[in-house]
């Protein structure tokens, strides 16, 4: 082993116990603006949809939990001081507080029950992968479809718990699915090839 590389090595031993490491830094940096440009690209089908959800699996995917969690995070926090990184080139405070806010709340529950499975038995296992994901994914349809009742009941008019979920997520439950799979196959792929 080279000196070069040892003393590299004895560097970031000391940034890991310390925090986080340059490359850490940048891989959540780059998968908080993933996250962004995802936001902006939608698919003009029937029920038009971003690609927010699949780069948010990926990054938990690629990332893990922990560093997953933050990167969205990053992504959120970004949204909220004004950066127009949400959907529709939108952002600030007015955005996470209107009716569709509880989602962007539940994309940082969906990495949270990702991050949580990483300390059960066989997290590294597919099937346990998917079962985070799909979980994390019902979590944040709750937490968002209970923000878009209450803020719509408050600000329009009162909607039935079936009307919402009508609107706001039976549509895109088909898409999901897709993003979910892509994210998934695209994810182990990378791995490959990245050390991320």
């Known amino acids: 082993m080279s000196q070069a590389v040892a003393v590299q090595e004895e560097n ?5 116990k310390s925090g986080w ?4 830094l940048a891989f959540m940096a780059m998968f908080a603006a993933l996250i962004a440009v995802c936001s902006w690209i939608s698919i003009p089908t029937a029920v038009p949809f971003t690609l927010q959800t699949f780069a948010i699996y990926c990054a938990l995917e ?3 939990g922990k560093r997953g ?22 952002g600030g ?3 996470i507080l209107g009716t569709t806010g509880g989602y962007i709340i539940g994309f940082l529950a969906n990495a949270a029950v990702y991050w949580a499975f990483e300390k059960l038995p066989h997290h590294e296992k597919l099937w346990m992968r998917l079962t985070a994901l799909v979980l994390g994914t019902v979590l944040c ?6 923000w878009f009742m209450y803020v719509y009941t408050r600000q ?8 919402a979920l009508a609107w706001c997520v039976t549509p895109f439950l088909g898409s999901n ?6 994210a998934l196959g695209i994810s182990d792929r990378l791995k490959k090839y990245v050390k991320f």
């Not at 969690?69 to 939108?90: E, H, K, M, R």
């Not at 349809?141 to 209970?146: D, I, K």
């Not at 699915?177 to 892509?182: D, N």
């Open 21 to 24: 490491s340059a490359k850490d």
């Open 156 to 163: 329009v008019e009162a909607v039935t718990l079936g009307q």
């Open 69 to 90: 969690f933050f990167a969205v995070l990053t992504y959120i926090l970004l949204g909220a001081a004004g950066v127009p990184v949400f959907a529709g080139f939108s």
């Open 62 to 64: 690629c990332l893990g």
């Open 93 to 95: 405070l007015g955005s």
């Open 12 to 16: 970031e031993m000391k940034i890991s």
């Open 177 to 182: 699915v897709l993003k979910l799979a892509l």
């Open 141 to 146: 349809y709750v937490l968002g479809t209970a």
